[in-house]
């Protein structure tokens, strides 16, 4: 993800990330980090007629390789969990992968757009 602002970015406590323990050696020293885009949540957007508009208020999980390359473990799309609000990871098929990941991207330019440039 490209322009990552710290201001919502948070560095994920080692006990919250226990589930990953077994497939991350980056746990423990801190390479796992947090995107939330609460902000995003219950932001009104249009519905009329056929003109349906949508926005994620994302959970985005990082991961910094030793390369320092981001890499995304994991995308959940809105706040809230529920059975219709997946997790979705590298191991689900390819293009929902990709979906989740254009949600993550979409939701990181509204926040640019209305954080960094329209409340400023």
Known sequence: M?????????LVD???CTWLTGWLDGVQSGYVYLVDYWLLDDVPTVHRDADHRY???????LYVRAS???VPLAIQ??????????VWTPRD???HWIL???WVQNADFQYQLAISHLFR
């Open 93 to 95: 098929r390819p293009e």
């Open 100 to 102: 989740a990941k254009l």
């Open 14 to 16: 080692y006990w919250l």
């Open 68 to 70: 320092g390359d981001l």
């Open 2 to 10: 490209d322009g990552v602002q710290s201001g919502y970015v948070y």
């Open 55 to 61: 926005m994620a208020a994302p959970l985005v999980l």
């Open 77 to 86: 799309l809105h706040q809230r969990p529920a059975a219709d609000n997946p």
